[in-house]
């Protein structure tokens, strides 16, 4: 078997891609997220796989291992059924908006740096990877620091007083009036950050769910992962028909990924909602060096 596939033109080691699947499969499964904010970026960074193969190829892999950490979830009892419901069909439309919108950005040109040309695509894609994940970090750092229960310190949510009607009852998570319309939009929000970045979403949404509308980590990790399922799915068939997607790679990660994501989510039940929150913080810096390291190495 030969251990190198070639992508537009670069030899890509496949038993590192596949390392690399199981890795990012249990960080998935840890913090109920698809794993896209790390895949994609490690993809361009570690194997110089091109940005737009990069992102349809993570979401592909990601619908793999977003099902798995999700039945895990549903095993345990974590998450908000009524939620996810209500954000699948914004989600669908966000993303096929955002993979448009990649496809745009594709066909942009090129920016002039200090005698180098870098692509208008990693541009724009990088530099918006680099504020949410700082963003996201941060947020969850200062979660970790505070040993008080989420579930006590930060309910209720300013997001779930929001008195757009109709209102729905979110049991699971004792919030008994939440604005659906609100949820609805803030799927269409991440659905297209999925198309755009090649993210599930899920980094982006648990903050949300923890600060927005207060809903305890571990909830919130179970909460978002169907959705995250929904929108690679639909992500991974609107970059198909754009040619981002590469099988041979998708399959190669999901072969650990798939069995990692279990662990991981399992893992998620015995730490406390502090230290995990550190620990997401941790690794989201560490994607936030990668895509700083590309876009810096690009200029050099």
């Known amino acids: 078997m030969n251990p190198f596939v070639i992508v537009d033109g670069h030899p890509i080691p496949i038993i590192g891609v596949a390392i690399l699947g199981v890795v990012v499969g249990y960080v998935a499964g840890m913090f109920g997220i698809g794993g896209g904010f790390l895949m994609t970026p490690l993809l361009v960074v570690l194997f110089h796989v091109p940005l737009r193969i990069a992102i349809g190829t993570g979401l592909c892999q990601m619908t793999g291992t977003s099902l ?12 908000e059924a009524r939620f996810d419901v209500l954000m699948v069909p914004g989600s669908v439309l966000g993303v096929k908006l955002g993979a448009e ?8 040109g090129s920016l002039s740096v200090a005698g180098h040309t ?36 930060l309910r209720p949510g300013p997001l779930s007083r929001v008195g757009v009607r109709p ?8 919030l008994p009036r939440v604005s659906a319309p609100l949820i609805a939009y803030l799927g269409l929000g991440l ?21 927005g509308f207060g809903f305890p980590i571990k909830q919130a990790v179970g909460t978002g992962i169907i959705v995250l399922f929904v929108t690679a ?11 981002n ?27 406390s909602g502090s230290a995990l929150g550190r620990i997401h913080a941790a690794v989201i810096v560490a994607a936030i060096a990668a895509v700083l390291w590309d876009l810096v190495s690009r200029i050099r």
Do not use: C
Request: hydrophobic share 55%; proline share 3%.
């Open 68 to 79: 798995v950490a999700f039945l895990r979830h549903r095993k345990v009892r974590q998450g």
């Open 101 to 108: 919108a990649l496809g745009v950005l594709s066909h942009a």
């Open 118 to 153: 870098v692509p208008w695509v990693n541009v724009t894609v990088e530099t918006a990877y680099a504020v949410l994940l700082a963003v996201v970090a941060f947020n969850y750092w200062r979660q970790g620091k505070n040993p008080v229960d989420v579930l006590q310190q």
């Open 167 to 174: 209102f729905v009852s979110l049991p699971a998570v004792d």
């Open 191 to 211: 659905g297209f950050l999925s198309g755009l970045l090649g993210i599930g979403g899920g980094v982006a949404l648990n903050p949300v769910l923890i600060y």
């Open 233 to 243: 799915a639909v992500g991974t068939v609107s970059h198909s028909f754009e040619g």
């Open 245 to 271: 997607v590469d099988l041979r790679l998708a399959s190669a990660m999901l072969v650990g990924a798939t069995i990692s994501a279990q662990f991981g989510a399992l893992a998620s039940r015995r730490i």
